[in-house]
């Protein structure tokens, strides 16, 4: 009988203790998006990112055109071709295609990469500014609506503003203080 006394007034004090962790957890959440948009430097890789894209685009309207006349020719020939010549030139055409679709692939890889290196120093300083605000709150967690997993939350607990302030304000500090 003393044991399950004991177990029980053992359970008790871990429930407690679970019960006032759990109400030491301090959560918050931000939209990253809307961060991103507003975020110091973003304008600007997104400019030079697109510059830097007309080339590949040039490139893809180019391949496409070539497609597309090989196409033709091909409609508008092929009643006078020989069967063979016909089966030549399909092949050709397939293999332009093949072509085709490696270079787009390859030109989406390189854009791809080519965005995330120019965004990679606006994503550190937002990551940054998040971290630190983080601490200076002490929350145990923040949440990013952007990902789609926040069904339903307190707008208090939105901390998007704050870190826009923060990320457009010259020394990076809180405007006003931390929260």
Known sequence: MRRTSYAFTAL????TAGAVEAQ????????????????????AAQQQFDQEM???QVEVAQLESELENLEASLQQQQL?????AKANREQQ?????????????QL????????AALIQP???????????????????????AAAGSIISAD????????????????????PGGAR
């Open 12 to 15: 008790a004090f871990l429930l």
């Open 24 to 43: 030491a957890l301090k959560i918050a959440y931000i939209n990253s998006q809307e961060i991103l948009l507003s975020a110091p430097g973003a304008d």
């Open 54 to 56: 007309q080339s590949y």
């Open 80 to 84: 006078t071709l020989s069967p063979e």
């Open 93 to 105: 055409l397939q293999q332009k295609f093949q072509q085709y679709q490696q270079r787009t692939a």
């Open 108 to 115: 989406q890889e390189l854009a791809n990469s080519r965005r």
């Open 122 to 144: 606006v994503m550190d300083n937002i990551t940054a500014v998040i971290e630190s605000m983080r601490e200076e709150g002490a929350y145990s967690l923040i949440l990013d």
């Open 155 to 174: 707008p208090a607990l939105d901390l998007t503003q704050q870190v826009i302030s923060r990320l457009q304000s010259p020394t990076g500090a809180a």
